[in-house]
């Protein structure tokens, strides 16, 4: 059994970048608290890392979509006396412009990204603040962060607004002995890509260049958390895309070769509003005073 205790807590491992985390995470013989929405595949992992390694997991179903399921995953959160690591992993993208993406979707997307990883840090960060060892926390962001395209609207909002609250979070819990990462990969093979509704074909116009393996996410993650620096990007080349971007002339290039890439910069046609769809509603009349 893994003798110093250490912990971690994962959001989303059941696939990708979050499984990976997992596997890595145990075979240094983390144990772990693995927070997942599909049931059978948690215990199958739980299964898999158990007679593997040599580690305490608990699986917590979740989904993060819903606002009691946060509730409870915060609760096993604020119950442990020790937390190493809390990767706030789970998300999702959606494929579509912001007009014609349904908005439960979107606001879905807002709630797993955004509120849980928001929630899960309040909770974790007395615990952190509280135990002897440092305390680490992964805000899985995203590279999306850094170019502005049509069809990325609420991921990128999403995404933007967990880089910020990681950079100025860090900037109160560092007394606390607490480092936190904003974690931003360009492309990485995972299931994330088809689990999106939309046609995949521009992904074969991707250089290889471009797509970061997954094992090199992680192992770019973990050690950048020996870093000063909150964000990180996995890959030689996409650090200097990230350095590069800061000059306007460059990330007017890199938008343009996006926009190519990803053949997405016709606005869809907006249907003509269903007038049966709109609500009555009374409006208070103005009166004209004389
Ligand atoms: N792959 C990329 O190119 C890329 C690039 C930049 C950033 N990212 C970010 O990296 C993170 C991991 O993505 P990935 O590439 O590893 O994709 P993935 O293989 O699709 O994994 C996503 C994970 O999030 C979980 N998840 C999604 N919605 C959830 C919900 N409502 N409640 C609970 N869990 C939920 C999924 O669970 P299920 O198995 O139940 O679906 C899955 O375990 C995401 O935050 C993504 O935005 C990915």
New binding site residues.
Partial sequence: MNENNSLAVI?????????AFAQELANQGYNLVL????KP?LQELIRELTDKFNVKIKGVD?????AE?IAKVEKVISSLSRIDLLIN?????VGGYFIEVPLSKQL?MLT??LNSTIRFCRAAIPVMANQKVKGNIIN?????VFIDVPGNVM?STT?SAVVHFSKTLQCEVKDYNIKIQA???????????E?INRDLSFMKNIPDFFWTP?DDVINSSLNGLHSGSVICIPGRFNKLIYWFNKFPLFSILIQKLTLMLNNRDKAPVINEIDEKKKEKVSLVESEVVD
């Fill in positions: 959001t989303g491992p059941t696939s990708g970048i979050g499984k927070v997942a929405r599909n595949k979740a989904d993060l979509s819903v399921d992993n789970a998300g999702f993208g879905d797993v990204h899985v962001a995203s590279f999306a991921y995404k974690l931003c990969p360009v492309f990485t093979p995972t299931s994330f890509h689990s997954v």
